[in-house]
């Protein structure tokens, strides 16, 4: 490794430093304050990059200083304007005043930039990040630190709707990759000063800045302090997507269930904030992510609470109910064609079995290959281009299916049961849950294919015994209906009105628990006792 005049030798390494962590040699060590040995440090770690901009110039047109910075990162016009020109002349309230180097950082601070995202720094490992980050050092000949000023302006995609999570009637903004943005989203339908948002870095490559939002008064405390102790304890090259951070923090990671929930959605990360979970944000990806989760958070959506109680309830229950389909249905149905066909009444039994009277597998295997293809078809349609996917579902839902019945290869009523079990996946509205419940029918149709309904049955009590037994964050995963919580189930399998829902959650353990204000409630128990009055005046 290359020794730099005026730091002296690097630390000593066990073995061969990599390139990517040449700067560690460097932790600790203070900038030089010689101007020459400062630019030699930043072309050992960056020389290599076309982007790189040097510019030298003097301050005030005195001071022999060095400016860096990677040109496709910074807002070149900020550069330019706010930095470089006010360096280079001299502010007429400083004339006549003398500006050495040990004092001009601060005359240049406070004086003389027009940026406030300006920070002094004495350490090379900071002058570095600051470069990395899209930031502009400025060095000055004489001084044993530099300014590190907020130039960073990368190209990003546009707030547009959510692409995972659809709504009828909500807001139609989404998140983006920028953490500040994100950032800002959140604090727009969020406007309160008990909002807190703390940053750590995880990633020794990508050192990708990560966000933990919480609401200070509202969230647990203890929650907060295992979020970051879990955090802290990650030590990974690269944090590319939220989601390598959501395979460290989960509480079991081998279960199909998803025990971390993702959204692109801030009015959905606001509603959670607001019932004392935390978020997780990373820069990089429009998904962030709420803990703790329990179960009953997959089959719910945004909607469920800007439309009225009654017709939302109607509608979650029909979602609740296609949750079930799509993970009983199929090994129902291979166990009562394959054990019970008693079970079914005699006329649709003869239909069944005339339908089924050239296929020449088994019930478990028919449903195992058409299921097996389902799920090929789903994948291709997804990974095939947005213009070519559609087209290809329909041929594979019309023409294959249609073939396949035809030339004997699996009966109409195996085809119209997956087509339905497929359909009820669909439906519910968190991708990771539905394809832990599509997983999960492989195993039952097995045990429904060897044992009949016996096998079904053994497989939902272990399925539900293992969902008991998860948590998320310390809190049971099927909460509030076990343990049970009479305020909680008001929102569990029906959408109460707002006015019964007047606690936070109690499992998350909020600080403040009371959602509804009590003039609020009395007011609304007060209309209730009108509203009958006048109709039993009427009666």
Not at 76 to 101: C, F, R, W
Not at 128 to 144: C, H, P
Request: charged share 20%; hydrophobic share 45%; aromatic share 8%.
């Amino acid at each position: 490794m290359r020794i730099l005049k005026g730091y002296g030798k690097p630390k000593q390494k066990k073995a061969v430093a990599a390139p990517g962590q040449k700067l560690d040699a460097y932790e600790n060590k203070p900038v030089s304050t010689r101007l020459d040995d400062t630019v030699d440090f930043i072309e050992m770690l960056f020389g290599g990059n076309s982007d790189l901009i040097i510019r030298h110039f003097r301050v005030f047109g005195e001071h022999p200083a060095v400016l860096a910075y990677f040109s496709n990162m910074a807002d070149q016009i900020t550069i330019n304007v706010d930095i470089l020109k006010p360096l280079m002349y001299k502010p007429s309230h400083l004339e006549g005043k003398p500006a050495e180097p040990p004092q001009l950082m601060e005359v240049l601070l406070n004086d003389a930039l027009y940026n406030s995202e300006a920070v002094r720094e004495t350490e090379l490992a900071k002058l570095a990040n600051g470069i990395l980050r899209g930031g502009t050092v400025v060095a000055i000949e004489g001084s044993g630190e530099v300014l590190v000023i907020g130039t960073r302006k990368i190209e990003k995609r546009a707030i547009d709707q959510p692409a995972t999570e659809q709504v009828i009637r909500g807001p139609r903004e989404g998140l983006i990759e920028q953490l500040g943005t994100n950032i800002a989203l959140i604090r727009y339908r969020l406007q309160s000063a008990d909002l807190r948002i703390h940053s750590m870095e995880i990633g020794r490559r990508t050192n990708s800045k990560v966000a933990i939002c919480f609401m200070e008064g509202i969230t647990n405390p203890e929650l907060v302090e295992e979020v970051k102790k879990r955090l802290s304890k990650i030590d990974i090259d690269a944090v590319m997507d939220s989601g390598y951070l959501e395979q460290f923090i989960e509480d079991n990671h081998i279960s199909p269930f998803p025990q971390v929930q993702y959204t692109e959605r801030p009015d959905k990360i606001v509603a959670n904030l607001l019932e004392g979970r935390v978020a997780i944000l990373v820069d990089g990806s429009p998904l962030a992510l709420v803990v703790p989760t329990v179960f009953s958070q997959f089959y719910q959506t945004v909607e469920d609470y800007t439309e009225r109680f009654l017709l939302m309830s109607a509608i979650r229950l029909a979602r609740l109910i296609a949750l079930v389909f799509s993970l009983v249905f199929p090994s129902i149905y291979v166990s009562i064609i394959s054990f019970n066909p008693e079970l079914i009444p005699t006329e649709f039994a003869v239909a069944v079995a005339g339908g089924r009277a050239g296929v020449p597998f088994p019930a478990v295997i028919e449903v195992l290959i058409i299921e097996t293809s389902m799920e090929v078809l789903r994948e291709a349609t997804i990974r095939l281009p947005q213009q070519v996917g559609g087209a290809l579902s329909i041929v594979g839902v019309l023409v294959v299916g249609q073939a396949a019945v035809a030339a004997g290869f699996a009966s109409p009523i195996t085809v119209v049961i997956i087509a339905l079990t497929t359909i009820g996946s669909f439906a519910t509205p968190a991708y990771n849950a539905a394809l832990a419940l599509r997983l999960l029918r492989f195993p039952l149709i097995v045990m429904a294919g060897v044992f009949g309904l016996y096998g079904v049955m053994i497989g939902l009590i272990l399925i539900a015994n293992h969902l008991l037994s998860l948590k998320s964050f310390g809190v049971p995963y099927l909460s509030p209906l076990v343990p049970g919580n009479f305020q909680g189930m008001k929102d569990l399998i029906v959408r109460g009105p707002l006015s019964w829902m007047t606690r936070r959650p109690s499992f998350l353990g909020p600080v403040d628990d009371r959602k509804l204000g009590e003039q609020t409630e009395k007011t609304l128990e007060g209309n209730l006792m009108d509203t009958a009055q006048e109709n039993g005046k009427e009666g």
